[in-house]
Every structure is written in C-alpha cells, then in structure tokens.
C-alpha cells in the first residue's frame, strides 16, 4: 500500500539527443529495469553520493585531536568574540 511519501506526484522532463536516449534505454534494458526507474536509480545514487561528498568531514587524526581538544577546552573569548556577542544579542531579541 503506498504512503503519502511514496506516491509519486512529481515530474522531471529530460531532453536529450538520440544515441544518449538509445544508451539509456540499452543499459535499462540490461539490468531488466524500465527506462525511467534504471535513470531514476542511477540519477539518486549519484546525488546521494554528491551531498555525501559535500556534506561530510572528513579529518585525519591529528586533526581530530587538534578538534576534539577545541571542543573540550574552548580558549577564552577574545574581544572580537565578544563584540559579536554583544552585536547579536542587541539585534536579536528572544
């Protein structure tokens, strides 16, 4: 039974010339899947591994050390800091 996240209510138009059309619809055809779920499919895997890509940090271990250390032992608030503080807190009100 479909849920109201998976009925599918959106459209994507593609233009594209003949032989990449013709490509498309022959690795489609080799993995027995319909032309619009093999684009689909391949279309989210490669968004899914761009957003990873973009959104992940990735730190060696001296630089995890170095991270972790700033987070346990923050420095004191230097003037700029604290100027910024004061800035924020006079324009933002809570």
């Known amino acids: 039974m479909s849920t109201p996240e998976t009925i599918k209510q959106e ?6 010339d003949t032989l990449s059309k013709q490509k498309l ?3 489609a055809s080799y993995t027995r899947k319909s032309l619009s779920e093999f684009v ?3 279309a989210l895997s490669s968004a899914e591994e ?7 940090l990735t730190l060696s271990q ?4 170095v991270f972790m250390d700033a987070l346990e032992n ?3 608030p230097n ?3 604290r100027q910024a503080f004061k800035s924020h807190k006079q324009r933002i009100k809570t």
Do not use: F, Q, Y
Request: hydrophobic share 30%; net charge positive.
């Open 74 to 76: 923050p420095p004191k």
């Open 50 to 56: 761009v957003i990873r890509e973009h959104e992940t």
């Open 62 to 65: 001296s630089d995890w050390t």
């Open 40 to 42: 689909l499919t391949n």
């Open 79 to 81: 003037k700029k800091l």
């Open 25 to 27: 619809e022959r690795a």
């Open 11 to 16: 459209r994507l138009h593609v233009r594209l």
